[in-house]
């Protein structure tokens, strides 16, 4: 396994007027349209490959097909990309980058995946969105739309696909109302991971569950996710379907479990977010992990927004107490105060996300787990604009100019915390994902790691912050992390 990353200190997005086309008629490209400016997005994701090595005998002749090394004719292949919530009206397009992966990324991958997979692949691309995310607006901030445009024209069957099996509609005081997803119900496969969870390790309480919670949803059903044993998660179809996972998320903070790259990214496959635990009730010291001190106005207002969430959105003044809970949540972070397990503290989080990802490859495509993985996993993370501070929804975009590929998305994941300044050992989401056990994610030790930076082969010690220093950490991990600006 290998880790390629590619950092060009000019490197912008494209506009997406020519469909993200390269900049030059590269020997492999099978296309007509090729754009009038250069395209350095492109450019990195084809070094990307050429680097670490894949076909090397064939590059430079029209025969060169990198990912044929890794992918198979035939193969479906689904890009889990990271499209959390579209533009909002008082964000610019570069903070919309820092949070969604961009389209000129994925045109270059489909591109080249396209070759790999040949006419009898599959190629599909999308995740399961914050649930008040307008899927159309946010194919078309990110320029997904575009990339989709272009395929239709020169014939190509490639789809776009929201993962979500249920959406909310909400307005711009905070009332919402929650739908079920235009797509069969069939299509979200429920897996038990039982007592192989690591929220499993966390014990039980009294009452024979834990107080997990996800915010703006049913605290009831998320309780019922992982209670008595259980632990069940809701799996698209469309991903358990695939042959091949390629992981396409943002190269950013995240307020919950530090980072959210891969690992973190794969949540998005997941179809019923209800069962994702991203918290425990209560603070740390009462046996929770939403914040860290005890506070009685704190606990009542969770306790409000808990009770608010169990009412049918047509019940009388649903609307005005939902109104009430979201300017409470709003006073509550302008005065610098921790909710929904937004800090370093949160235990809950990491377990969460690593049990997704370790059934995205384990299960079969019926949600049987099985002993061995099932679909190969490769990783294509976009940096070139990344996200400091608030994320994964509100981080400040940061010219990082970065893309790294790798074989193998724990790996990915603690170079990534290098290139963020970060220590990877410190976050658990990425440490633990090196832990041995019933289902690895079967990854190397990464400081042995063969690593090619910029067309040079370097230890794993050698990778520094690609910003010259570290990352802003979100507001509840800025101590742990012994920010100072």
């Given at each position: 396994?290998?880790?390629?990353?590619?950092?060009?200190?000019?490197?912008?997005?494209?506009?997406?007027?020519e469909h993200y086309s390269p900049g030059e008629r590269y020997p492999e490209y099978k296309y007509d349209q090729v754009a009038t400016q250069p395209n350095l997005v492109y450019e990195m994701v084809r070094e990307s490959f050429s680097q670490m090595?894949?076909?090397?005998?064939?590059?430079?002749?029209?025969?060169?097909?990198?990912?044929?090394?890794?992918?198979?004719?035939?193969?479906?292949?689904?890009?889990?990309?990271?499209?959390?919530?579209?533009?909002?009206?008082?964000?610019?397009?570069?903070?919309?980058?820092?949070?969604?992966?961009?389209?000129?990324?994925?045109?270059?991958?489909?591109?080249?995946?396209?070759?790999?997979?040949?006419?009898?692949?599959?190629?599909?691309?999308?995740?399961?969105?914050?649930?008040?995310?307008?899927?159309?607006?946010?194919?078309?901030?990110?320029?997904?739309?575009?990339?989709?445009?272009?395929?239709?024209?020169?014939?190509?069957?490639?789809?776009?696909?929201?993962?979500?099996?249920?959406?909310?509609?909400?307005?711009?005081?905070?009332?919402?109302?929650?739908?079920?997803?235009?797509?069969?119900?069939s299509d979200g496969i429920e897996i038990d991971l039982s007592a192989d969870s690591l929220l499993s390790q966390l014990g039980t309480r009294t009452n024979h569950h834990q107080r997990f919670r996800v915010l703006d949803y049913d605290p009831r059903?998320?309780?019922?996710?992982?209670?008595?044993?259980?632990?069940?998660?809701?799996?698209?179809?469309?991903?358990l379907n695939s042959d091949v996972i390629i992981s396409v998320p943002k190269l950013k903070t995240h307020e919950k479990v530090g980072i959210t790259c891969n690992l973190k990214g794969y949540v998005g496959a997941v179809g019923h977010k209800d069962?994702?635990?991203?918290?425990?009730?209560?603070?740390?010291?009462?046996?929770?992990?939403?914040?860290?001190?005890?506070?009685?106005?704190?606990?009542?207002?969770?306790?409000?927004?808990?009770?608010?969430?169990?009412?049918?959105?047509?019940?009388?003044?649903?609307?005005?107490?939902?109104?009430?809970?979201?300017?409470?949540?709003?006073?509550?972070?302008?005065?610098?105060?921790?909710?929904?397990?937004?800090?370093?503290?949160?235990?809950?989080?990491?377990?969460?996300?690593?049990?997704?990802?370790?059934?995205?490859?384990?299960?079969?495509?019926?949600?049987?787990?099985?002993?061995?993985?099932?679909?190969?996993?490769?990783?294509?993370?976009?940096?070139?604009?990344?996200?400091?501070?608030?994320?994964?929804?509100?981080?400040?975009?940061?010219?990082?100019?970065?893309?790294?590929?790798?074989?193998?998305?724990?790996?990915?994941?603690?170079?990534?915390?290098?290139?963020?300044?970060?220590?990877?050992?410190?976050?658990?989401?990425?440490?633990?994902?090196?832990?041995?056990?019933?289902?690895?994610?079967?990854?190397?030790?990464?400081?042995?790691?063969?690593?090619?930076?910029?067309?040079?082969?370097?230890?794993?010690?050698?990778?520094?912050?690609?910003?010259?220093?570290?990352?802003?950490?979100?507001?509840?991990?800025?101590?742990?992390?012994?920010?100072?600006?």
């Amino acid at each position: 396994m290998a880790v390629s990353i590619i950092h060009r200190a000019d490197a912008t997005y494209p506009a997406p007027d020519e469909h993200y086309s390269p900049g030059e008629r590269y020997p492999e490209y099978k296309y007509d349209q090729v754009a009038t400016q250069p395209n350095l997005v492109y450019e990195m994701v084809r070094e990307s490959f050429s680097q670490m090595g894949l076909d090397k005998d064939r590059f430079g002749t029209a025969a060169w097909n990198p990912l044929g090394d890794l992918i198979s004719p035939g193969s479906r292949v689904f890009l889990l990309c990271n499209f959390v919530f579209h533009r909002r009206q008082q964000e610019s397009s570069r903070e919309l980058w820092a949070k969604c992966t961009h389209g000129s990324v994925l045109r270059a991958l489909i591109d080249y995946v396209l070759l790999a997979v040949g006419p009898g692949g599959k190629v599909s691309f999308g995740n399961a969105a914050l649930q008040s995310c307008k899927w159309p607006q946010v194919l078309d901030d990110t320029g997904a739309s575009v990339v989709l445009d272009f395929y239709k024209r020169v014939g190509e069957s490639v789809e776009a696909r929201d993962l979500r099996l249920l959406v909310m509609e909400t307005d711009v005081l905070g009332r919402s109302n929650k739908k079920q997803a235009d797509v069969p119900t069939s299509d979200g496969i429920e897996i038990d991971l039982s007592a192989d969870s690591l929220l499993s390790q966390l014990g039980t309480r009294t009452n024979h569950h834990q107080r997990f919670r996800v915010l703006d949803y049913d605290p009831r059903r998320t309780e019922a996710f992982h209670t008595n044993g259980q632990h069940r998660y809701v799996i698209n179809s469309a991903v358990l379907n695939s042959d091949v996972i390629i992981s396409v998320p943002k190269l950013k903070t995240h307020e919950k479990v530090g980072i959210t790259c891969n690992l973190k990214g794969y949540v998005g496959a997941v179809g019923h977010k209800d069962c994702l635990a991203h918290h425990r009730f209560g603070s740390a010291k009462s046996g929770g992990d939403e914040y860290p001190s005890n506070s009685t106005v704190r606990h009542w207002m969770s306790g409000y927004h808990d009770w608010l969430q169990t009412r049918d959105a047509s019940l009388p003044l649903q609307g005005s107490f939902q109104i009430l809970d979201k300017s409470l949540k709003r006073i509550l972070k302008r005065t610098g105060g921790i909710s929904a397990g937004s800090w370093s503290g949160n235990d809950t989080a990491w377990r969460m996300a690593l049990d997704v990802a370790r059934l995205l490859h384990y299960a079969d495509s019926s949600g049987l787990l099985r002993t061995s993985i099932q679909r190969k996993h490769l990783s294509l993370i976009d940096g070139i604009v990344g996200g400091e501070g608030e994320g994964p929804l509100a981080p400040t975009p940061v010219d990082s100019r970065v893309l790294l590929f790798s074989h193998n998305v724990a790996i990915g994941d603690w170079i990534a915390a290098r290139l963020m300044g970060f220590e990877p050992k410190s976050i658990p989401l990425v440490r633990e994902a090196f832990a041995d056990g019933k289902y690895s994610l079967g990854a190397s030790d990464p400081t042995r790691e063969k690593i090619f930076f910029n067309q040079r082969q370097v230890n794993e010690s050698d990778v520094g912050p690609i910003l010259s220093r570290q990352f802003l950490p979100a507001r509840g991990w800025q101590n742990y992390f012994g920010w100072s600006q």
